[in-house]
């Protein structure tokens, strides 16, 4: 056979030492499994369920997957061999008599002939560098003797599965699998008799016969023919059924799109992550990839939201975004963008999950625990008075915070202070814990790529949310809370599994444990936690009833929450947890203009959408299924006390050590970090707000709230000092 094939190939090429240059051939070809493997494939994206969410194809190349022969019809099988080599089975990679043919009339110049089998057609497609693109007889030697080295490495079944998912169908379609979707919308193993002898003709001459074309689809059904005569006469089939396959209706697809079947911005974010994961080519490398939504849950979030957006039209506000995702596992399972992605009015493909807004007073529980980090603790006592700080190197010299409500508080706890959410109070928090500090606990908690800037940027307008984050991000910093300040980060991914269905990555307890970072102590997270439950603590600002609390009562378990609004009500958020889920909703209006907005807080406007889907997560049984800890086991409904907590006796007047006699009240103290001084005992920090808050009630004590200049009075004469003579409460 050697000697019929180096005289074929000298004859042809005029290749003079035949068995060098096999040598050569062999040594200089790649392995072509790998190559084969390698090249571009079309990832899927999945839901955690397997519901695929959307195709990726190449943009410079288009669809590809390989699959193994057992997945591939066998009438497809019998059509392409009949009809491209019907000794495939039984040649040695080339045809030598068939080459030797072709040189006599290439040769002869009676005109050209290719002669090339399967083995031949896939070193082309596989080596072209190795090859060449010229029609010559050197290059037709070499891919001779290529295919002749393929066929001693390779067995037949791996040469035509490589064949098979490698050769161009047509269409932006790159094997037989690619083929099968693009123009039948299944599986190649799914093909009828009918539809594979019409792809097994289309590799001859893809464009020209491409039967999505409809003044194509004859010359493609007349190819049809001849596969179905070459199946016939190779005894595949018979005459009869090549008859019925040619005459049986096809359906043929207009094209192939890969558009996002569902949950479109969730999509483009698994593919984001995957780049910045794993690099661009992986996205195109065939990745088969379960994502942690499940579309019913997806849907469903998405119906809340442009449920909520229809009942604030009244409020001029047509667009939300909203994120929920399980704290332990950092796992998300639904992220709706925008109200309707379709919708241009809103720029609606726009993720607001992942824009940089403004959180407005949802950044306060960062804001106090970084002061706990500095020595504050819930029964703190902070003075809520007019608050006025020069800042000449900021856009205004001024700064000055005003409540919401235009009033003052005086003598108030931490506890209170963030349940109602007081400004001034939370600017004298981050100014007492240091913007850096703020912004570095802000980091580790989640927001790590909102909240970049240099603490000058911000100033204390930090406190009530003078900063921006991402919805995404921000929800993450919340699942740190809930998950007793350990930070998972946010991931979209389940599973990953290559072209070769190697497991990549896989979520699972395990891998958590890689990636998961202490933010914050656990003693702390549980203190602001303990407030954000803490129904009756909001009462000085919000009703009993209120919205956060019924939702509280209707879950029958602690449930921390905390709304937050933007200047000129611009941005509307809630951000919420339980022990198993932390959800973040943002509201407002995009497109057109924003001044003049009717006036709407985050409980009102971003809340109800909340309270509905922390709801439907606990009370839908497919939605609970996947709040399950890291045991498979239901995480229980109270946040777990850590052991440096303890409930203790702190005065009621100044937040000091019980020193015994005075008026007292429980709170959430850290064993060892005190408080350590007594009643009356002040620091030199809390003398000089006390002096402060005395002042400001002789100029200002119409504006204080009933019962605030009292709570001064207890303070001052707790600490010994002369209570306020002047002004008198509202």
């Known amino acids: 056979l050697l000697v019929v094939i180096a005289v074929a190939i000298s004859a042809a090429a005029g ?188 590799p001859q001459a893809p464009t020209y016969y491409n039967p999505s074309i409809p003044e194509n689809f004859e010359r493609a059904k007349g190819r049809q023919q001849y596969v179905l005569d070459q199946m016939v006469v190779h005894r595949y089939i018979t005459r009869a059924e090549a008859r019925a396959a040619f005459n049986q209706p096809l359906q043929v697809q207009a094209n192939r799109s890969g558009a996002i079947q569902a949950a479109p911005h969730f999509v483009n974010y698994v593919r984001q992550y995957v780049v910045a994961t794993y690099g661009e080519a992986a996205l195109y490398s065939g990745l088969q990839i379960t994502t942690s939504i499940d579309v019913n849950l997806q849907q469903r979030a998405e119906e809340l939201v442009r449920e909520g957006v229809r009942d604030l039209e009244s409020y001029d506000r047509n667009n939300a975004a909203m994120v929920v995702m399980v704290p332990w596992s950092g796992e998300v399972l639904a992220m709706v963008g925008s109200a309707d992605f379709g919708d ?178 656990a003693e702390y997270a549980y203190q602001i936690t303990s407030i954000l439950t803490d129904n009756q603590a909001r009462s000085l600002i919000f009703s009993e009833e209120n919205l956060f609390g019924r939702t509280q009562s209707e879950l029958g378990r602690p449930t921390a929450a905390k709304s937050g609004t933007t200047n000129e009500w611009k941005d509307i958020w809630t951000m919420g947890y339980t022990t198993d889920v932390s959800i973040g909703v943002w509201v407002g209006k995009s497109g057109g203009s924003n001044a003049g907005l009717p006036e709407i807080d985050g409980i009102v406007g971003a809340g109800p959408i909340w309270r509905d889907m922390i709801v439907e997560m606990h009370e839908n049984p497919a939605f609970a299924a996947y709040l399950l800890g890291p045991n498979g086991q239901p995480i229980g409904d109270n946040f777990p006390r850590p052991e440096g907590i303890f409930e203790g006796e702190v005065c009621a007047a100044t937040g000091h050590k019980a020193s015994g006699g005075e008026e007292t009240r429980r709170e959430l103290l850290v064993r060892g970090e005190g408080p350590e001084l007594g009643c009356g005992d002040l620091s030199d920090y809390e003398r000089k707000e006390l002096t402060g808050a005395l002042e400001d009630v002789q100029r200002n004590g119409g504006k204080y709230v009933r019962g605030a200049i009292e709570n001064i009075n207890r303070y001052a004469s707790a600490a010994g000092s002369r209570g306020p003579s002047g002004g008198s409460s509202n």
């Not at 943009?59 to 997957?65: I, L, T």
């Open 15 to 202: 290749v003079a030492g035949t068995l060098a240059a096999y040598r050569q051939v062999n040594a200089d070809l790649p392995n072509a499994a790998a190559v084969a493997v390698n090249t571009f494939q079309t990832t899927r994206i999945y839901d955690r369920n397997g519901v695929l969410l959307q195709e990726v194809d190449n943009p410079d190349s288009g669809w590809r997957n390989f699959v193994p022969l057992d997945q591939v019809s066998q009438d497809l099988i019998d059509a392409t061999v009949a009809s491209e080599d019907a000794t495939f089975w039984t040649n040695y990679g080339v045809e030598p008599l068939a080459i030797v043919r072709g040189a006599v009339i290439n040769l002869s110049g009676t005109g050209t002939t290719g002669a090339s089998t399967i083995t031949q057609q896939l070193v082309r497609s596989l080596f072209p560098d190795q090859i060449g693109f010229d029609v010559s007889y050197t290059r037709k030697g070499k891919e001779a003797l290529a295919a002749w080295a393929l066929n001693r490495r390779y067995s037949k079944t791996d040469i035509l599965t490589m064949y098979l998912s490698q050769i161009y169908y047509g269409n932006r379609s790159y094997g037989i699998e690619a083929a099968a979707q693009t123009f039948f919308n299944k599986h190649a193993s799914e093909l009828t008799l009918a539809e594979a002898s019409l792809l097994a003709g289309l």
């Open 344 to 521: 241009a009015l809103i720029s609606g493909e726009v993720n607001y999950a992942l824009a940089d807004i403004q959180p407005g007073s949802s950044i306060k529980p960062i804001a106090y625990a970084a002061a706990f980090e500095q020595g504050w603790n819930p029964g703190t006592v902070i003075m809520d008075t007019s608050y006025r700080k020069e800042t000449p190197d900021a856009d205004e010299p001024v700064y000055e915070p005003k409540n919401y409500s235009g009033q003052y508080y005086g003598a108030i706890p931490v506890r209170a202070a963030l349940a109602n959410s007081f400004n001034i109070s939370a600017v004298k928090a981050l100014e007492y814990a240091g913007i850096q500090n703020m912004l570095d606990l802000a980091y580790r908690m989640g927001n790590r790529e909102g909240l970049q800037q240099d603490p000058s940027f911000y100033g204390l307008a930090l406190a009530l949310g003078g900063g921006e984050v991402k919805l995404l991000e921000h929800t993450n910093a919340y699942a740190t809370f809930a998950n007793n300040g350990v930070y998972v980060p946010a991931t979209p991914i389940q599973r990953i599994e290559d072209s070769q269905g190697n497991t990549l990555f896989e979520l699972n307890a395990e891998s958590v444990a890689l990636v998961a970072e202490r933010a914050l102590k």
